[in-house]
Structure formats: structure tokens, C-alpha cells
């Protein structure tokens, strides 16, 4: 059960291969500071998956990823600079980018086995001698992060890095981010693409600022907002306005879409046992790139059909991107509402994620869980039961609340690293204890409501 969101660091940091967002590290290393998961859950690259590759939710702090102070010159620089490919790096290089995202990012949940003494001094011992082949700069790192004693940050091959593309957001191999610029305003860039993807092959470049889709001008939208734009039946094309670089020409770019997702919403009307309450079932099985859009489907050509209510079984299903599961549970909530607090390395900062729309349906809703619920269930199984909106059927869920990233490294490899924790609306720790059901069994539908109604009642004393 994990989640994690997807980053590519240039030297002296991270490279990558499959997303490549370019994180410049300064020499002093306060990048993540101040920053948590705000940036990464905007966009939402947020995997989880509690099985041997779990990988987790939301991230801390998260760097501002471009420099708003860079002022354009006058003179452009000439093609062939923009396109000079990146050098390769040392097998010693690769080595010190991945130890440095331990050291600017990791959270020790519990081990006790991380501190910036002892990180530093091992750094020391590896770097001593040098590293003749990619391969043992490969074992290094894996060895280097067994060390931290945390089972869900490891290194990724780039094989496996590869294998990532039913996570794409978007369906033409793009990942977006929310950047500041000098003045406080969001603009929206590419930091990953997939080489030899279908954007990627029609001329977007990584560091481009997305414009406009489709001639609808993007300001003001959210990445997820945008990525939803961007999405489309396979074989269809998309408009894309970009801005090359901070300095560069803006150019129309048409690109085809190749949705690698395949729809994880199953549904069906139902009856209930009395014959004359029609409910609707909804399976879910992961979060990838199309959840919420065919969720959304599924729950409006259900209430067309009559559904009084819904059941919504998130069974054995393990995660997948973590922003999907929360842009999932806003559809079931009122403006206002809390959908999961994150913390990073300092336990006193916690930052809420709020609901900013109004509910797609206002109907009672269950919710099925076990013990193979997690990470971004569990994300969407705590926020609509904290505020009142389902109930939980089942069994406990897994109980899988801590936060990855997955940053690249520049061969295309990468490592996945523990940044931070969730927590429920109601400040309950998920990690470790998974979510408690109401009930074993399914209820009538009056037994559902009266739950519902009780919950939402102010508490006396």
C-alpha cells in the first residue's frame, strides 16, 4: 500500500528516463523545506500499492521546482543549445544524487536508524573508493537504502521505473506542476514526459509551460483540472499550446493520445433484498488515470437508472495514484470539508487538503473494505466516514498511512523514498492500525441512514 509521486532531479541531484521533472538542488540543502505535499498532491503523480513494491501517498516538503527570479535575455539562445542532450553521469554521481534525496527528503517513521551524522558519514565510506561499473553503483544505492531499515524505500531499475506509464495522467506522457512564478501565480509545467511517448514525439519538451488545450486557455486551472483536458478516447488528438522554456517561442503542438490505463470502475443496478430500493454497485479496483473520470460515469448513469443509494467497494484494492483517491473523495463531499491531513519530518506542521467543489450526489453510500483496503482506499474510506458521508462494511483495513515520492535518478532508474505520513480528518493515524469498520455486514438501507444521521449530529459535551 503506498503512493508516491514521481520526480527527476538534474546533477548534482536526479535524472530520469520515464517522468522527468528537473528539481535543481541548491548547494545548501533546504529544498524541501516549507513546501509539504502541497506542490506534489496539486499535481497528483501519487502512487500507493501495499504489496513487496509498495509505494505510498502524498509527499513532504516539496521543492519549488523552477526559479521565478530567472529573467529571459533578449537574444534566444540558438536551437541546437536547447537540445544539446544531458551529460552522462558517473557511476560515483549517481550514487551521491540518490544518497542526497535521502538526505533532503527522508522520514524516519520509527526505525530510529537515519540521522544527518550518520547518513553523512556513509556517504563518506562510499564515495572513498570509486565505482567501476553501473551495475555496482546499482547495488550500492540498493544496500545504501536496505540501511534505513524502512521496508517502502528501495531503488527502482529502469525497467521498473518504466513500468510506471498506467500512471499517466494525462494519456499523451506528460506529468504537470503547479509552479509559482515571481508573482505568486500558478503556471503550469512540464516536469516529467515519457521518452519516445506520444507528446514527447510530437515536440513537447520537459520545462515547457502548457498554455492552452484545445484553445481554452489554462490560468487559473489546477494540474489535475488540466490533466483532465488533456485526457481522450485512444487514437484522438489534443492541441497543445506551449511556451518552450522560460525564454522560448510558443508554439501549437497536436498530439495523439495513447491512454496506457485501463478503466478500473465496474458497475451494475442492483435491487435490494425488499425488491423496491435500487442501489447501485460500484467496484473500484485501483486508482490510476482514469478513476476518477469513469467514476464519475458510472455514478451519474446509475442515478439515471434510479439508484437511491450506493456501495462502493474498494475490496482488495491496494492504492494506485494517491491524488486520484483524493480528487475520488471530493466528489462525495461539501466545500469545506477535510479529506486527509499530511505531516512531514517536523511533527508539528500538518497540512489539511480541503473539498473545493460541491458533491456529485448527495445519496447515502457504503463502503466496502478488508485487510487489502489501502493507502489510497483508505485515504477515500477515512474521509467519507470522519465526515459523515459513508459507512464502512468489512473487515479493518490494511492500515498503510506513509507518503512516497519516487524520484529519478539520470539513468533512467530511480528510488522511492518515505517523505511523510496521512492522517484521518479525525486525527487518527492510519499507519499501523488501518480503519475500524462500522459494521461486518452490509446493512439495510434505514440502518445505513440512521448511522449517517448520528454521525453528522453535534456531539453534546
Known amino acids: ?62 521543492p519549488t521546482l523552477y526559479s521565478s527570479s530567472q529573467t529571459c535575455r533578449d537574444v534566444e539562445p540558438p536551437q541546437e543549445m536547447l537540445q544539446t542532450p544531458p551529460e552522462v553521469i558517473s557511476n560515483e554521481g549517481l550514487v551521491q544524487e540518490a544518497w542526497q534525496i535521502v538526505n533532503d527528503a527522508f522520514l524516519d517513521t520509527g526505525r530510529h536508524r537515519w540521522s544527518p551524522d550518520t547518513w553523512q558519514l556513509k556517504r563518506d565510506a562510499i564515495l572513498s573508493s570509486s565505482i567501476q561499473t553501473r551495475s555496482k553503483a546499482h547495488q550500492i544505492i540498493k544496500r545504501m537504502l536496505a540501511s534505513l531499515g524502512d521496508p517502502y524505500t ?156 450506493f456501495i462502493l467497494d474498494l475490496r482488495d484494492n491496494l492504492g494506485g495514484l494517491v491524488q486520484a483517491g483524493i480528487e475520488i473523495a471530493k466528489l462525495f463531499l461539501n466545500v469545506g470539508d477535510t479529506v486527509i491531513y499530511t505531516v512531514g519530518r517536523d511533527p508539528q506542521f500538518q497540512d489539511a487538503i480541503v473539498t473545493d467543489t460541491s458533491p456529485l450526489i448527495q445519496a447515502p453510500v457504503a463502503i466496502l473494505v478488508n485487510d487489502k483496503t489501502a493507502s489510497a482506499s483508505e485515504i477515500v474510506a477515512s474521509a467519507l466516514h470522519d465526515n459523515c458521508r459513508a459507512v464502512l462494511v468489512g473487515k479493518r483495513t490494511y492500515g498503510k498511512g506513509l507518503i512516497q515520492s519516487v524520484f ?43 448511522h449517517l444521521k448520528k454521525c453528522s449530529m453535534p456531539q453534546q459535551g
Open 408 to 450: 529519478e535518478l539520470n539513468d533512467g532508474s530511480g528510488v522511492v523514498i518515505t517523505v511523510g505520513k496521512y492522517v484521518t480528518p479525525n486525527h487518527k493515524d492510519i499507519n499501523g492500525n488501518g480503519i475500524e469498520p462500522d459494521f461486518q455486514k452490509l446493512p439495510a438501507l434505514d440502518d445505513i441512514s440512521q
Open 1 to 62: 500500500m503506498s503512493g508516491y509521486v514521481c520526480f527527476k532531479l538534474s546533477p548534482p541531484s536526479a535524472s530520469p528516463s520515464f517522468w522527468r521533472p528537473h528539481l535543481p538542488i541548491p548547494s545548501n540543502p533546504t529544498w524541501l523545506r516549507n513546501t509539504f505535499l502541497g506542490a506534489a498532491l496539486s499535481f497528483g503523480l501519487l502512487f500507493s500499492n501495499p504489496s513487496v513494491s509498495a509505494l505510498q501517498s502524498p509527499p513532504s516538503p516539496i
Open 154 to 309: 528501495r531503488f527502482l531499475s529502469p525497467e521498473e521505473f518504466s513500468k510506471m506509464a498506467r500512471y499517466d495522467m494525462t494519456g499523451v506522457g506528460i506529468n504537470l506542476k503547479e509552479v509559482p512564478d515571481e508573482n505568486g501565480d500558478l503556471r503550469l509545467r512540464v516536469l516529467g514526459i515519457i521518452l519516445d511517448g506520444p507528446a514527447h514525439s510530437a515536440g513537447v519538451r520537459q520545462g515547457d509551460e502548457i498554455l492552452a488545450v484545445n484553445n481554452m486557455e489554462v490560468k487559473g486551472k489546477s494540474a489535475f483540472e488540466v490533466s483532465s483536458l488533456l485526457q481522450g478516447p485512444n487514437g484522438t488528438s489534443v492541441t497543445i499550446q506551449v511556451k518552450h522554456g522560460d525564454c522560448g517561442p510558443v508554439e501549437l503542438i497536436e498530439v495523439q493520445r495513447q491512454l496506457v490505463a485501463r478503466t478500473p470502475v465496474f458497475y451494475r443496478l442492483e435491487q435490494s433484498d425488499s425488491g423496491v430500493t435500487p442501489f447501485g454497485y460500484i467496484r473500484l479496483k485501483e486508482f490510476n488515470a482514469l478513476a476518477r473520470k469513469d467514476l464519475v460515469i458510472a455514478m451519474k448513469r446509475l442515478q439515471d437508472m434510479g439508484a437511491s443509494y
